[in-house]
Every structure is written in C-alpha cells, then in structure tokens.
C-alpha cells in the first residue's frame, strides 16, 4: 500500500500503520496489491473513504470501480470523502459513481498545500 501511496503522488498520503486501525480492502492483480481502498465508519449509516488508489500502470482497468463497488455493497447511508482540488481524474470518477459536491476545506492537504473538495454519496 505504501508503494502505491508513492507511485500516486495526487491521493492521500497516510502513514500506513494507520490504516490497521480502519477498514481496507485490497485488489490483487498479478499476485501483487494493485489498488486499495480504505474506510472508516463514523456511524451506522455514515462511513468516510480515507483513500482509494491504484497502480498508475493498472488504471482505467475497473480496479477502483471494484473497489468502491464492494464499500457500497449492501451499505445504506452517507459516505464522505474529500479530494484534493487539483485531482479532476478523481473527481470526475465519483461524480460519475454518484458522488456531489458538498463543501471545500481550505488548505487541507499538505506538501503540497492544497484544498479539498467534500464529496458525499448517498444511498437508500
């Protein structure tokens, strides 16, 4: 997961110690982690997606589609997510999952500083 942090230099870039503590899942393609989601549930019907990131050389190959698509299955409720202001190829992809635009967080993200964009999804 660290690897792909550093070969995504536009997602978020956690200490992955920190992720123990959350829920992950993990795309396995060609015996390796490819892609990852990570998650957290702030209440029963509310969770927040700390990460999603693939690969550079395995995008555009379904692998974060998948990925978000089994953190949907059979949740019901609000999921958040924030993303950095400059990142319009993750962007575009919620919103075309469904995501919208909620709020913006200045200087949210560090080196480089930036804004986010609060994106929620919502389903019945």
């Known amino acids: 997961m660290d690897a792909i942090q550093r070969a995504c230099p536009e997602a978020a870039h956690w200490n992955v110690v920190e ?26 019907d509310e969770r927040e997606i700390l990460n999603l990131a693939v690969m550079p050389e395995l995008r555009r190959k379904g692998i974060a589609k998948a990925l978000l698509q089994r953190c949907l299955s059979g949740f019901t409720g609000s999921l958040f997510l924030e993303v950095r202001v400059s990142n319009e ?11 919208h635009e909620v709020s913006r967080r200045a200087n949210y993200y560090q080196n480089p500083d930036e804004s986010a964009i609060v994106m929620k999804f919502h389903s019945c």
């Open 19 to 44: 992720y123990l503590g959350q829920e992950f899942q993990v795309a396995i393609v060609e015996n390796r982690v490819g892609g990852f989601i990570v998650t957290r549930t702030v209440a029963d």
């Open 89 to 99: 190829a993750a962007t575009q992809f919620y919103k075309h999952h469904n995501f």
